[in-house]
């Protein structure tokens, strides 16, 4: 079964560029047909898609981020990265890494759409 685990740190200052790293196991990030994504939760709102990085290597983006996210990846350590520039006190959420079988690029999801998710993670963006 495979597992995720979101890693980061928990603050952040205003301005400066977020980095969290999802880390795999119990199956490759390269495995044919998996699309593997980033969403966060803001408190007391939904379930927001930020972009997904496929088994092939290709990105997708919210365009809501406008630019501001980029993800990659590293296949030796099978992981994948979120990097989210010039952060603002908006950005505070709980960040998910999650999988899914096929390409979900919508804003809003739902849990049940992904069938693995890992716990999240808190980043909190202050002075």
């Known amino acids: 079964q495979v597992q995720l685990q979101e890693s980061g740190p928990g603050l952040v200052k205003p301005s400066q560029t977020l980095s969290l790293t999802c880390t795999v196991s119990g199956g490759s990030i390269t495995t044919t047909s998996y699309y593997w994504s980033w969403i966060r939760q803001p408190p007391g709102k939904g379930l927001e898609w930020m972009g997904t990085?496929?088994?092939?290597?290709?990105?997708y983006y919210s365009p809501s981020l406008k630019s501001r996210a980029s993800i990659s990846r590293d296949t030796s350590k099978n992981q994948y990265t979120l990097q989210l520039s010039s952060v603002a006190p908006e950005d505070t959420a709980v960040y998910y890494c999650a999988r899914a079988s096929v390409l979900l690029p919508r804003v809003w999801v739902s849990k049940n759409e992904y069938s693995d998710w890992g716990q999240g993670t808190q980043v909190t963006v202050s002075s």
């Open positions: 990085i496929s088994y092939s290597g290709n990105t």
